[in-house]
């Protein structure tokens, strides 16, 4: 009964959201940076962005440049994640190596993923315990490293347990002890933190996964959508406040559009943070 309530409020409040649409009102920044690439927000809206050869950036939600990080070796960087509450990862394909950083951009661990039983890692993500999940598709198989010891712990052969062979992942990312994979062209799979394969959502689409509390969010077109992970419901937020964005990121009060030249920063719609 009591799940059958927590349902209803959803729908009805969904109902509600997407009649009102959201409100984004005039973007607080705009931050211009040459061959723009990734985008992601810390636990303090700051904003990490990295550009084609690897460079990292970090921004105040005023637009103002507090740090830069230019790496020895030049290569685009495939992830780069700011939401864990001390370090800032990133993951060269290119390089095959991934790198940790405090919030300041200091390194505080970088080593190649190329060990014995990893050959072509081609997507990776920090994950808790000193683990770091790699998609490794010379065998198609979901591992993961404890990057401290340097040892696979676990290796899964997706191609078997997801019954496909059309596997191009183009990110995986933990969020609250659940693993997400998107594959574009066949949708979302979620596994638990122990790498068992949980579900499948059906949503295609080539941006950067971007959560929001037991949200997924993306943009189609010209418009927000919203995925619930526990109801497996679709919302159209309506359209966004600007054309030509590639990709949302959201934080705690702030949310950002990439578009082709630059970042647009906004502070977050109150209706979604109405949302749990």
Known sequence: MKQALILVFWLLSNVLLAQ??????NPISEIKLNNL???????????????????VYLFNKSGKQLNLFSPTRQARIHQLEASWTVNIFTFSADLQEYRIMDRFLN??????????????????????????WIWDES?????????????????????????????????????????FMNVPTTGIFIF??????????????DQRMCFYNEHLFWVDGENLKMYSISTKVVTDLGPTPVKGIESVQIGR???????????KVYALPEDLKRIN
């Open 107 to 132: 390194p505080i661990a970088e080593n190649s993923l190329l060990l014995n039983t990893i050959t072509l890692p081609k997507a990776a993500t920090l994950g808790n315990n000193n683990i770091i």
């Open 139 to 179: 065998d198609l198989s979901l591992k993961s490293l404890d990057y401290l010891r340097k040892i696979i712990i676990q290796s899964q052969p997706l191609n078997l347990i997801l019954n496909s062979v059309d596997l191009k992942v183009t990110e995986i990312r933990e969020f609250k002890n659940r693993l």
């Open 253 to 263: 009060e702030i949310l950002t559009f990439m578009v082709k030249d630059g970042i």
């Open 37 to 55: 690439d990734l985008v992601s927000l810390d636990t303090r809206d700051q904003i990490f962005v990295s550009n084609a050869t690897g460079d």
């Open 192 to 205: 638990d933190n122990q790498g068992n394969f949980i579900q499948k959502a059906d949503l295609q689409f």
């Open 20 to 25: 009102d649409k959201l409100e984004y009102g």
